[in-house]
């Protein structure tokens, strides 16, 4: 079954951090962008970033510019999403996806969905 599979999520104070990985099962993702996605309770999914094949990456949430950052391994075949300065609306499980494109700003739809990662940001 092909599918990304998300861990690192969990239970951290306001202003924490944490680093969430998205490793991809069964296929390679190097050749195609990689998308984070979250859903928060009673809320649409949003995208939060996107790294393309290159490296080029695009922040897709106002609410998170200059508090995440996504980057990628490809030897790994992995991405992750470094997450600082973490607010309570932060809270969410968090996605990954590929791209049908190796290009974020033509992502022509996602595809491999993992189950996601929960992030819960508490005091």
């Known amino acids: 079954q092909f599918q990304f599979v998300e861990s690192g999520g969990g239970l951290v104070q306001p202003g924490g951090s944490l680093r969430l990985s998205c490793a991809a099962s069964g296929f390679s993702s190097e050749d195609y962008a990689i998308g984070w996605f979250r859903q928060a309770p009673g809320k649409e999914r949003e995208g939060v970033s996107c790294i393309s094949r290159s490296g080029d990456t695009v922040t897709l949430a106002d609410s998170v510019k200059g508090r995440f950052t996504i980057s990628r391994d490809k030897a790994k075949n992995t991405a992750y999403l470094q997450m600082n300065s973490l607010k309570v609306d932060d809270t969410a499980v968090y996605y990954c996806?590929?791209?049908?494109?190796?290009?974020?700003?033509?992502?022509?739809?996602?595809?491999?969905w993992g189950q996601g990662t929960q992030v819960t940001v508490s005091s």
């Open positions: 996806a590929r791209a049908n494109t190796h290009n974020c700003a033509l992502p022509y739809g996602w595809r491999y």
